[in-house]
């Protein structure tokens, strides 16, 4: 730090709750420096709204700390220890390129993550080097302020520094830093590994520092660890269910890539539906279909059936009623899902109240858009302006049956069409990341060093419910091509 601005004038005013608990859960863990750190692009808003100072990590000294080879005061940095069912096979892992540097506590008493992303080996790497490459960790930066600018709960980016050093991996990339915002990294997976490594004593504990971290309102008068786990579900059939609305594909939905609060986590082979179908997959390493769109919520479920086997000890000292208890919450899940997807499915269609025929209206379109092979987005889009024509979808006879129960269900209710319109403006983004424009800002980046096509992108996507003309050039779909869109790990 500069002799002149001592720390407390950048904004740090961090605390360690998660170092507090047992330790078992961590380990202790410093970022490898970096041979020159470089800040590529600070989302300045955010750290004003950290209550940090947006124009002293600007300069070279937030390079530093962004990137690993300074701390800032009142960190200690450590590596969380969690497990996971990856593609459905169980597995001990742990941050192996990632360090907490602390819990950043706002001026309105939020407590927030912060944490280094390919900050170098540690305990948990399993061989791996540590490290992430410049493109991957841009792309998370992009699509997770997309996902916040779509109303959809999600960690978030606040800067990306590039290291100066290359990482390997197919070919050499250059590395780089991200430093993720969250409101706590606690994972299905924390629980998995509490279950099997910590014993109950420590399960118990991490158990009570979730429900006083993210459920601080919720009942716990009855049995405080049933009332944890509802509230979980509750969270993810919200989170779900805005997936699923925005045609989200997340891509790798293993058991440590859920939170608990019910933010979106991990952007890795993420990506966004052009054409309807529910069978889309983007992963590479995705062979066989386990995360494709359509299996999103019952996947979901899965990772929520995984987090009640880990608490059970906790919910009743007779293993068959604590079953039974976490049965009825997963089946909670799915009825919440279900009612949170439909009722956003009408909102996209302006629909006031709730009629009998509503989901088989949504179902219907939906139907007529994957046999047509509508684009997503632009089909709810094209909706909400009124401009249903020069598609095969809004040409066929098909489309002009469903239109005319549509309008029907429309002219039956109290509120007038532009009330409706209003509705749907607000519910059907105008644009969303679409891939080919995700992948030439990212280009621009990394091969020309040219950020001001990102900058373009991420301003389009910052209000993606505005309509606005400036935006009309991010909502064409990609060409057609011959070969499918391809996502990985970015590891």
């Known amino acids: 730090m500069t002799a002149n601005q001592p720390e407390t004038d950048k904004g740090w005013n961090l605390d360690n709750s998660y170092a507090r608990l047992p330790e078992s859960l961590y380990a202790e863990t410093d970022p490898v420096p970096v041979t020159a750190p470089k800040l590529i692009v600070l989302n300045a808003p955010l750290a004003t709204a950290l209550g940090l100072n947006a124009e002293a990590l600007s300069g070279g000294e937030g390079a530093e700390i962004l990137a690993g080879n300074r701390l800032p005061g009142g960190a200690?940095?450590?590596?969380?220890?969690?497990?996971?069912?990856?593609?459905?096979?169980?597995?001990?892992?742990?941050?192996?390129?990632?360090?907490?540097?602390?819990?950043?506590?706002?001026?309105?008493?939020?407590?927030?993550?912060?944490?280094?992303?390919?900050?170098?080996?540690?305990?948990?790497?399993?061989?791996?080097?540590?490290?992430?490459?410049l493109g991957p960790m841009l792309r998370e930066y992009i699509i997770s302020e997309a996902m916040h600018g779509l109303g959809i709960p999600t960690t978030r980016s606040l800067a990306v520094a590039a290291t100066g050093e290359p990482v390997f991996?197919?070919?050499?990339?250059?590395?780089?830093?991200?430093?993720?915002?969250?409101?706590?990294?606690?994972?299905?997976?924390?629980?998995?590994?509490?279950?099997?490594?910590?014993?109950?004593?420590?399960?118990?504990?991490?158990?009570?520092?979730?429900?006083?971290?993210?459920?601080?309102?919720?009942?716990?008068?009855?049995?405080?660890?049933?009332?944890?786990?509802?509230?979980?579900c509750g969270r993810q059939a919200s989170l779900i269910a805005k997936w699923q609305?925005?045609?989200?594909?997340?891509?790798?939905?293993?058991?440590?890539?859920?939170?608990?609060?019910?933010e979106t986590i991990d952007y890795g082979p993420c990506a966004f539906m052009d054409t309807y179908d529910p069978r889309t997959v983007f992963s590479s390493i995705d062979q066989r279909g386990r995360y494709a769109y359509g299996n999103q919520p019952e996947i979901a479920a899965w990772n929520l059936a995984r987090l009640a086997e880990a608490l059970l000890p906790l919910l009743h000292e007779n293993e068959d009623t604590a079953v039974t208890m976490a049965e009825e919450a997963i089946a909670e899940y799915m009825e919440r899902y279900n009612r949170n997807w439909l009722?956003?499915?009408?909102s996209k269609l302006g629909l006031f109240g709730e009629e009998e025929g509503d989901e088989a209206l949504a179902e219907d379109l939906l139907e007529l858009m994957h046999s047509h092979r509508a684009d997503y987005t632009n089909t709810f889009r094209s909706l909400t302006l009124n401009q249903t024509e020069g598609?095969?979808?809004?040409?066929?006879?098909?489309?002009?049956?469903?239109?005319?129960?549509?309008?029907?269900?429309?002219n039956g209710q109290q509120e007038n069409r532009e009330a409706s319109r209003d509705l749907?403006?607000?519910?059907?983004?105008?644009?969303?990341?679409?891939?080919?424009?995700?992948?030439?800002?990212?280009?621009?980046?990394?091969?020309?060093?040219?950020?001001?096509?990102?900058?373009?992108?991420?301003?389009?996507?910052?209000?993606?419910y505005a309509y606005i003309s400036g935006q009309d050039r991010y909502a064409e779909p990609p060409a057609p091509s011959s070969c499918a869109y391809r996502t990985y790990c970015g590891t």
Request: aromatic share 8%.
């Open 391 to 410: 598609t095969a979808l809004f040409d066929s006879d098909e489309y002009a049956k469903w239109q005319a129960r549509w309008e029907a269900r429309l």
């Open 76 to 133: 200690t940095p450590i590596a969380q220890a969690y497990a996971g069912h990856q593609f459905g096979h169980f597995t001990m892992l742990g941050d192996g390129r990632a360090v907490l540097l602390g819990e950043q506590i706002t001026q309105g008493r939020e407590r927030i993550d912060i944490q280094l992303k390919g900050s170098g080996r540690t305990p948990y790497s399993r061989g791996g080097d540590g490290r992430a490459a």
């Open 424 to 464: 749907m403006r607000r519910s059907n983004p105008a644009v969303i990341p679409r891939n080919h424009n995700v992948e030439e800002a990212l280009e621009a980046a990394v091969e020309r060093d040219d950020l001001t096509v990102m900058e373009r992108l991420l301003e389009a996507l910052s209000d993606p």
């Open 169 to 232: 991996r197919e070919t050499a990339l250059p590395g780089a830093v991200l430093t993720r915002t969250a409101a706590s990294h606690l994972r299905v997976g924390t629980f998995q590994y509490a279950a099997w490594k910590g014993g109950e004593e420590t399960l118990r504990a991490l158990a009570d520092y979730a429900l006083e971290r993210h459920y601080p309102e919720a009942d716990t008068q009855g049995n405080r660890y049933l009332t944890l786990l509802r509230e979980v």
């Open 343 to 346: 009722a956003g499915m009408r």
């Open 245 to 262: 609305l925005v045609g989200f594909i997340h891509g790798v939905m293993n058991t440590d890539n859920m939170t608990i609060s019910g």
